[in-house]
């Protein structure tokens, strides 16, 4: 009895197996990378919120609601103990390719935080800026009837949703 190979159809078979399979896994670790990545997103927002918490309650409690005007107009990066390894720094408008993707940047000009996430191919509806920005909470004073006064009530660090990203990044 002769021993025998593959054939081409079984090796073509095979092959076809195999590049099917690398097709799947590379979709799925597509989804896994934006998953991450939006998690990072969260994670370091999230410190941002907590970081400008404690920050608002310190100058609330030394310089009273004036202080919070002044905190509204900071670089939210510069109350993180750490800046984190994918912060560019501070950037008026920037050109297109100047921050890399999967990179955070503050706008002074408009004062937002920005992420530019990396390219997704599959989805348009989906931006590639984040951008997010520090809002004083403003609503009426009760103490102050008759007169159309506001009283500041605090700080959020919110995403800005409704305005078309930068086609820059």
Known sequence: MKPRGFTLLEFAVCMSL??????????????????????????LVGAM???MAVRAARL??????????GLQRENPFSWLERLPRNYQG?????????VKEGHWYFDPSDRT???????????SEIPKL???????LREPDP??????????QGLMLAQVIGKPASTDH
Request: glycine share 10%; hydrophobic share 40%; proline share 1%.
């Open 143 to 152: 103490a102050n009837t008759g007169q159309r006064r506001e009283a500041e």
């Open 49 to 51: 919120r907590t970081a």
């Open 60 to 69: 609330s409690a030394a310089g009273g609601d004036a202080a919070l005007n």
């Open 130 to 136: 984040l951008k997010f920005k520090v809002e004083l």
């Open 113 to 123: 935080v920005n992420f530019v996430q990396h390219s997704d191919t599959f989805s």
């Open 18 to 43: 195999c590049a099917l399979l690398a097709g799947a896994l590379l979709v799925r670790l597509g989804e896994y990378q934006r998953e991450s990545e939006r998690v990072a997103v969260q994670g």
């Open 90 to 98: 501070e950037y008026y408008r920037p050109r297109a390719g100047l």
